[in-house]
């Protein structure tokens, strides 16, 4: 494997099992999680993704799962009442030291004014990701972010058509992020390299829709990191062809656009940090059905 494609998908892939489409039940996810992490494809494992009021239920199954040599990280939705969130927190992050952490929160807010309220009751060890609406008033929620020193969330699909916005929607949300030096992440809908057209979901009878990728997305990110007003960014969002797409040692080249190794780095450590998904085996599947792995 390349040293590029390497530090792209480091500990890329948030594990969202509990989540549609996949939606499976706690005992297996955790199952899961477990053998991802002990997996020869752990570099690319990120947090697993529980809501705050499974946490009993994800304690007890965990239990079973936990070794001395490897301390699992979480990422917890927060539930409406953020105090009494963080002292759920607080209290799981004592009872399991050595075991697990709770270090990431995701908060969903409708309003801008949510973010400062709740920054007041962050504290410094927890990196909160507020997943706001792609809407007319994206900057507000953006400039709330950047004062506050928070970071965002975007939803890029989910198990209906009308869940994924637009790439149009995509790019300016990255944009305006990266312009105020505001981190991100994304969920739902980037279980797939590149954008394609498939099932949405597991069943039978899934409805079909247009999917974003994660090569898209995060490559995109790049490219707007080296020129933040670079016009192929709407052409790498739509890219199907993964024959178009070169990594190497020192960075990755896609038709026109080159893309340094020290910009993937800082891209991912500074911009476009993670996403989740209900699977960690299907975008590595797809990763190897196009040559990568």
């Known amino acids: 494997m390349s040293n590029s494609l390497k530090v792209l998908l480091t500990e890329i892939i948030d594990y969202a099992g509990l989540f549609p489409p996949a ?25 697993f993704i529980v809501p705050v009021n499974r946490l009993n239920e994800f304690s007890d199954e965990a239990e079973k799962h936990f070794t001395k040599k490897t301390l699992w990280r979480l990422s917890v939705l927060a539930s409406d009442n953020l105090r009494q969130t963080l002292e759920v927190i607080t209290k799981f992050n004592e009872i399991n030291q050595g075991k697990a952490i709770i270090d990431t929160l995701e908060i969903k807010v409708t309003e801008a ?18 997943e706001i609406p792609v809407s007319d008033f994206l900057s507000n ?3 709330a972010l950047a004062i506050t020193r928070q970071r965002a969330k975007i939803r890029t699909g989910g198990i209906t058509a009308n869940a994924f916005p637009s790439t149009d929607a995509i790019i300016k949300f990255m944009r305006i992020c990266m312009a105020a030096n505001v981190p991100f992440k994304a969920t739902a809908g ?16 899934s409805p079909i829709g247009t ?14 990191r080296q020129d933040l007003n670079n016009a192929s960014v709407h052409r790498l969002m739509n890219e199907t062809d993964a024959a178009k797409f070169e990594f190497d ?15 993937i780095a800082l891209t991912r450590e500074k911009n476009a ?10 975008p590595i599947e797809d990763l190897q059905v196009i040559g990568l792995f």
């Open 273 to 282: 940090v993670s996403f989740g998904s209900c699977s960690f085996l299907e």
């Open 113 to 130: 004014r949510e973010i400062t309220e709740a920054h007041k009751l962050l504290p410094g060890e927890i990196t909160a990701y507020f």
């Open 190 to 205: 980037l279980h797939h390299p590149l954008r394609c057209t498939r099932p949405l979901t597991y069943e039978t009878n």
């Open 141 to 143: 929620f953006i400039t």
């Open 23 to 47: 939606q499976v039940p706690m005992t297996v996810a955790v199952k899961n999680y477990a053998d991802y992490l002990k997996s020869e494809n752990a570099w690319m494992l990120g947090r």
């Open 249 to 263: 040692e020192d960075g990755i080249r896609w038709t026109d656009q080159n893309i340094s190794l020290k910009t």
């Open 211 to 224: 999917m974003h990728g994660f090569f898209n997305l995060f490559l995109s990110a790049c490219l707007l």
